[in-house]
């Protein structure tokens, strides 16, 4: 039987919580995070969150684990009144840590998550959720609405004499990293939805990112896919350089799952200037990408929200940057990493690698003309996104500007189309055929 041992007030991000730790045994620790008044205990929504090191505290992109702690602990603090149980032992669905790391390398020699631990000798999940129960019991909760895509998390609580009235899906943005995971725990541990299908409140035929990302062209070097939303007159812009909102809502919403399933999110320092994006991932529930800039001579202004904590920030810049500008935006948070120049700006396969070196495999650029325009031109775009709102404004920035090209039958081939009404707009994506 869990032994409360101490309880004490925690402030975070989400507002304060009472936080109850209860020794399980030795060594091993559920730590429970009460908001509001239990009252009489009854229809609590609560979290039952396995411990999971790489995913909850250093951001791994493996899992969708530190997603759905965040997500939970946001709609308890949203609710004012809920539990979250975080559960010690269970790394690795209950095989530790370094086991974990072992099944890493089992996955990336071809292996799902389930089969990666079976090569161990190990179960394919050796959590149990009585001890989970107990705690709650002891909390005073009777009946909880769950917070969880498991089946088995809501079994083992009813087993602990836990009412559980219902469960609450904790929809996430699969990444490129982890969609066999969530496909895993769908296929072979019975979780329902885990990749929480976030756009389908906006498309009826359950739009997936990833049929718009497409799949790889198997060139070396990150793959690049560009991304924008025009008027239906083809403007991103008034002429005013007014952009928000061209697109709707829903489309919007597509847009921020595509961030989180990519690597990183580009810009050009044109975009910082004008529209001062965060380029983070708010509404669905995913992991935000790294987000780069291209600022050839260091105008990123310090206040820009590009460099806020939410998500991590590259800038690249020319190798004569002030040295002095270098070392302020790097105590503003932001890697800064110097690339050779080239035509009109930055050397863009030089920064190509400069990705690839940071481990960068899918690249989204959302902007602005110019980066769009030059990426086109170098023959260094793989795919096309764009997003088609229904609206005119007449005179305005174009998406892409001159490429040089005199003869129709020199344009920029597209093929592979693939078209979505989303909202009132419409998504259409396209591959970039490589120039012969």
Known sequence: ????????????????????????????????????????????????????????????????????????????????????????????????????????????????????????GLGADEREYGSAAAVLRELGVRSVRLLTNNPAKAAGLRAGD????????????????????????????GHVDPAGRPLAEYAPAQLDVGALLGTGSGKSGPRVVLKYAQTLDGRIATATGDSRWISCEAERVVSHGLRAACDAVLVGIGTVLIDDPQLTVRMVAGASPMRVVLDSSLRMPLEAKILSADAHTLVLTSEDAPAARRQTLRRRGAQIVA??????????????????????????????????????????????????????????????????????????????????????????????????
């Open 1 to 120: 039987m869990p032994r409360r041992v101490v309880s004490v007030p925690l402030p975070t991000t989400f507002g304060t919580f009472d936080a109850h730790a209860f020794e399980v045994e030795r060594g091993v620790v559920h730590l429970a995070l009460v908001r509001g008044d239990l009252g009489d205990g009854r229809s609590v929504l609560a979290r039952v969150h396995s411990e999971c090191l790489t995913g909850d505290a250093l951001g791994s992109l493996r899992c969708d684990c530190g997603v759905q702690l965040r997500a939970a602990l946001r709609a308890i603090a949203v609710e004012g009144r809920g539990v979250l149980v975080y559960l010690g032992g269970h790394e690795g669905r209950g095989i530790g840590l370094i086991d974990k790391l072992r099944a890493y390398l089992e996955q990336d020699a071809g292996a799902d998550t389930v089969e990666a631990n079976l090569r161990l």
């Open 162 to 189: 836990v009412s559980v009235e219902g469960t609450e899906l904790l929809a996430t943005a699969a990444n490129g990293h982890d969609r066999s995971y969530l496909e895993t725990k769908a296929s072979r541990l």
């Open 339 to 436: 690339v050779p120049r080239g035509p009109g700006g930055l050397d863009l396969r030089a920064c190509l690698a400069a990705l690839e070196e940071l481990g960068v495999a899918l690249v989204l650029v959302e902007g602005g003309a110019r980066v769009l325009t030059s990426l086109l031109g170098a023959g260094l775009a793989d795919r096309l996104i764009v997003a088609i709102a229904s609206r005119i404004i007449g005179a305005g920035t174009e998406a892409v500007g001159a490429l040089g090209i005199t003869s129709v039958a020199d344009g920029v081939q597209l093929a592979n189309r693939s078209l979505h009404v989303v909202g009132d707009d419409v998504l259409a994506a396209w591959d970039v055929v490589p120039a012969i």
